[in-house]
């Protein structure tokens, strides 16, 4: 069945420096999405990124779409401790109505 | 507040026993998700329901069980507990179309398990 990937599991940034996760899908996705988990809270919707090669920002948040539309990537620029948090790729294949999640990346942010 | 209600947000029953999770969607949401959350596999899809119809189903397992009802609010049933059903489960909706669910998921606040 189809299987998401997110790496790393776990990052440790500096207050100001950058951060970015990536997820790999296993099969060709039709859309993938992105959540925001904050510790002790629910996931709350970042993004949705449909086409190939798509590049989408939010602020200091940026998202690729891989031109394959099995890979994706959150880049976060000169984080800030209310960046904190769990971030998950999730992935809709085709016809397939349900969407898969990767592991997350859990990011912690040093003042 | 995202809309997404569930109920109980605490539960802390036995091995054995049998537990109710309940979630009512966002006004107007025709699907609902659940999920479940635990520390080291992130968060597993269970099943989806489309306007009280099934439409998709993750690793659910047998004791697992669960249903939309014809008010669009949702249950899921978990029997015959063991301690490694201890996790978060989560609802979560969406608006939906007939041809299956795009656009973000909502979700509550989740309901902690904990099996003793």
């Known amino acids: 069945g189809q299987q998401v990937m997110q790496i790393p599991q776990y990052q440790h940034v500096q207050e100001g420096e950058d951060f970015t996760t990536y997820c790999n899908s296993s099969?060709?996705?039709?859309?993938i999405q992105w959540y925001k988990q904050r510790p002790g809270g629910h996931p709350v919707f970042l993004i949705q990124?449909?086409?190939?090669?798509e590049v989408k920002k939010q602020k200091r948040l940026t998202f690729q779409f891989g031109e394959a539309k099995k890979n994706s990537s959150l880049h976060i620029t000169a984080t800030q401790t209310t960046d904190v948090g769990t971030y998950f790729c999730?992935?809709?294949?085709?016809?397939?109505?349900?969407?898969?999640f990767g592991k997350g990346t859990l990011l912690t942010v040093n003042p | 507040d995202s809309g997404v209600t569930q109920t109980p947000k605490h539960l802390i029953t036995a091995t054995g026993q049998r537990v109710t999770l309940r979630c009512s969607p966002r006004?107007?949401?025709?699907?609902v998700y659940w999920y479940q959350q635990s520390l080291d596999q992130g968060l597993q899809f269970l099943i989806q329901?489309?306007?009280?119809?099934?439409?998709a189903k993750g690793n659910i397992l047998e004791r697992f069980s669960a249903q939309q009802f014809p008010d669009l609010h949702s249950e899921l049933n978990l029997s015959s507990l063991e301690l490694g059903d201890s996790a978060l489960y989560f609802c979560?909706?969406?608006?939906?179309?007939?041809?299956?669910?795009?656009?973000?998921?909502?979700f509550g606040e989740g309901s902690r398990l904990t099996v003793l």
């Open positions: 006004s107007g949401d025709l699907s």
């Open positions: 990124l449909v086409k190939s090669g």
């Open positions: 329901y489309y306007n009280g119809e099934e439409r």
């Open positions: 999730a992935g809709r294949g085709g016809s397939n109505y349900k969407l898969t």
């Open positions: 099969t060709t996705l039709s859309n």
């Open positions: 979560a909706s969406s608006p939906g179309t007939s041809g299956g669910a795009t656009g973000e998921l909502f």
